[in-house]
């Protein structure tokens, strides 16, 4: 019904910042409260951040809080998610992933959503 594009991964240096972007086609992004999660090698799936539908509510893992921040333009149908002061352990692959009806709510449970994009890498250098 919805397909997300991610873009903007790359390496990076310890320290740098670098902004994840999600683009929806098929249906409009203010449809859906959407989550950042993150799986790096050997680890399990992770959520990152999230936000509402309308942007009015952000959540955060606490690994990221104060240096993350997810960020939406409806009118372009655009996700965002801007990294800064990034570090080594940063080094995942990054998917955004969509889902309906939670209002203010955002969700941390992978399971609750619904569609997700194909990833893209974030590598992080010491």
């Known amino acids: 019904q919805v397909q997300l594009v991610e873009a903007g991964g790359g390496l990076v240096q310890a320290g740098d910042s670098l902004r994840l972007s999600c683009t929806t086609t098929?249906?409009?992004?203010?449809?859906?409260?959407m989550g950042w999660f993150r799986r790096a090698p050997g680890k399990e799936r992770e959520f990152v951040g999230g936000?509402?539908?309308?942007?009015?509510?952000?959540d955060y893992a606490d690994s990221v809080k104060g240096r993350f921040a997810v960020s939406r333009d409806n009118a372009k149908n655009t996700l965002y998610l801007q990294m800064n002061s990034l570090k080594p352990e940063d080094t995942a692959v990054f998917f955004c992933?969509?889902?309906?009806?939670?209002?203010?709510?955002?969700?941390?449970?992978?399971?609750?959503?619904?569609?997700w994009g194909q990833g893209t890498q974030v590598t992080v250098s010491s």
């Open positions: 098929g249906r409009t992004l203010s449809e859906y409260t």
């Open positions: 992933a969509a889902t309906y009806n939670y209002g203010r709510l955002v969700p941390r449970d992978q399971r609750t959503y619904l569609y």
């Open positions: 936000i509402s539908r309308s942007g009015d509510s952000t």
